[in-house]
């Protein structure tokens, strides 16, 4: 198990770090980095955050990254467990039987309804 949850990190990380640089890419600019670095030099935390101007959109890959490892991380967690035998194994002949029992009735065909 250990060695498929390393194996799983190897294979989601650059696609995660990638979304993640991508993210900062479409923020930075180098107008806007001297703005930021001054106002974190000044130790103005809203100029800074007011300069960086986040959005939501910005981080979209990003968290396309994370819910595509996270759902991955589920199948590859469900993947390793036993397989349950059905509870109800008449189950399928059960349903066929009520699908069957409640077949139209052709003779009711042109009659009104109430």
Request: charged residues 20%; proline residues 7%; negative net charge.
């Amino acid at each position: 198990m250990a060695q498929d949850i390393l194996r799983l990190l190897d294979d989601l990380e650059p696609m995660v770090r990638k979304a993640f640089l991508a993210a900062i890419n479409d923020i930075k600019s180098e107008a806007q980095m001297a703005v930021i670095i001054a106002a974190i030099q000044r130790k103005d935390l809203t100029a800074a955050l007011a300069a960086l101007n986040l959005d939501a959109s910005f981080f979209q890959p990003l968290d396309d990254a994370l819910r595509g490892a996270y759902l991955q991380g589920g199948v590859n967690a469900l993947a390793g467990l036993p397989v349950l035998p059905d509870p109800f194994p008449g189950g399928a002949w059960l349903c066929g039987l009520m699908a069957a029992t409640h077949a139209p009735n052709p003779s009711s065909k042109g009659k009104a309804r109430d």
